[in-house]
């Protein structure tokens, strides 16, 4: 199974070589690790000890960012190495303030020696996923500290399969995980792994604190004036084709559309979607903002507005559920917006959650879309559920905290 691993690693970088020749994220992926040893020989003092997060991109950046910002607050003296495996994540997080910022080299043996000699970690904290063989290998061949935070795993995954032996030595290098759910914990015990605790997930108290005082964005207030607004975050396509039935139905109402990705042709087609009242934020912002009387819907082309658009919002549309899954339904819940999303969000707990408590609603169709729209405009409560369930969910970033430093670490 470890030929096969291995294998399969050389294809995966081989095929994104390949793509790397028409597609720009793979391009930055091959790109971005070209110099990376030169990068952290610069930047990082091997004879330092160092704090090393990963990421697999940026919405687990955003989940772990919470306890990265305690132990730094708590330890300000401590250098913290931060790694991303994708692009999404590297390219907006490169020039955190609190860290030294890298992507990952590809998973090999030599890498994973390179890499961890080059960082000289005393504890590493990969969140939610991302299971590497050589580079947790040689974090326990080493005796450094391994956490896993805001962990969640399923039954479907290899881990738990007759086939998954491989799999499973992988997690036997884990020093602790801190887990989401009772079925997580259930499952690591199942193949004899009780380092685990169920803490639940980071993300609630980093929502938490972005809507306990987020950023003012004063252009936004002055488009929305004192309309009610749908805030559409992290859209795709087929999220869009649906959406656009709306602003001709609710002429009152003003729309919000801050799409995924923010490349041109994304862009254009949106326009041609909302060919009526919609505007770019860059247009908007560089113009004459009397525009906003004759605009009813806000095109977002930019990356970083999204987690202080939500303030401004009476209900939240969340993308990405009529593709591989929704994206982030929490930011929006913390400002007491009730969410809606397409079908495919059995992955995502905090999405069945809200649902159950009356403060989402899962749509397949722009009937479902408006009949899930009016549902919230006249449901004053669910703005109260959404609210009050994000509240009562944080502290996980405190009990891990208080345990992994408990023997005087870091």
Request: glycine fraction near 6%; charge should be neutral.
């Amino acid at each position: 199974m470890l030929l096969l691993y291995i294998i399969g690693i050389r294809l995966y970088t081989l095929l994104i070589r390949i793509f790397s020749l028409f597609n720009p994220k793979a391009k930055l992926f091959i790109n971005g690790r070209k110099n990376s040893y030169t990068q952290i020989a610069q930047k990082i003092n091997p004879g330092e000890k160092h704090i090393w997060f990963h990421f697999a991109s940026l919405g687990e950046f955003e989940q772990g960012r919470p306890v990265l910002e305690k132990l730094k607050t708590l330890y300000p003296a401590k250098k913290i190495v931060v790694t991303f495996f994708s692009p999404s994540g590297y390219e907006i997080r490169k020039n955190y303030a609190l860290a030294d910022v890298f992507y990952l080299p590809i998973d090999t043996a030599a890498n994973a020696k390179r890499f961890i000699a080059g960082i000289n970690p005393e504890m590493a904290i990969f969140t939610k996923y991302e299971f590497w063989h050589f580079y947790f290998k040689e974090l326990k061949d080493q005796g450094i500290p391994l956490y896993v935070i805001s962990g969640i795993f399923r039954e479907s995954q290899a881990f738990f399969k007759w086939y998954g032996g491989f799999y499973r030595n992988i997690l036997k290098s884990v020093t602790y995980f801190f887990v989401q759910n009772e079925e997580s914990e259930n499952l690591l015990k199942s193949i004899g792994l009780n380092n685990v605790t169920i803490n639940g997930d980071t993300r609630f108290d980093r929502v938490y604190e972005n809507a306990q005082s987020p950023k003012q964005l004063s252009l936004i207030e002055s488009f929305i004036g004192s309309s009610p607004t749908l805030i559409c975050g992290s859209t795709w396509p087929e999220d869009e084709k649906i959406l656009s039935a709306l602003p001709e139905k609710y002429p009152s109402w003003k729309f919000i559309i801050a799409p995924h990705e923010i490349h041109e042709s994304h862009i254009e087609s949106i326009e041609k979607q909302f060919p009526v009242g919609s505007l770019r934020f860059s247009v908007f912002s560089s113009a004459d903002q009397t525009l906003n009387a004759e605009h009813q819907t806000l095109i977002i082309d930019n990356i970083g507005m999204l987690s202080s658009l939500y303030q401004y919002g009476k209900v939240a549309y969340i993308g990405g559920g009529f593709g591989t899954g929704i994206h982030n339904t929490l930011e929006a819940a913390a400002f007491g917006l009730p969410v809606i999303f397409g079908p495919k969000y059995d992955k995502f707990q905090e999405a069945k959650d809200l649902i159950a408590i009356g403060a989402a609603k899962s749509i397949s169709s722009t009937e479902d879309l408006i009949n899930a729209f009016e549902g919230f405009v006249e449901n004053k409560n669910a703005a109260n559920q959404a609210k009050r369930y994000v509240a009562d969910k944080k502290g996980a970033t405190d009990q891990i905290i208080s345990m992994i430093t408990k023997s005087d670490r870091p």
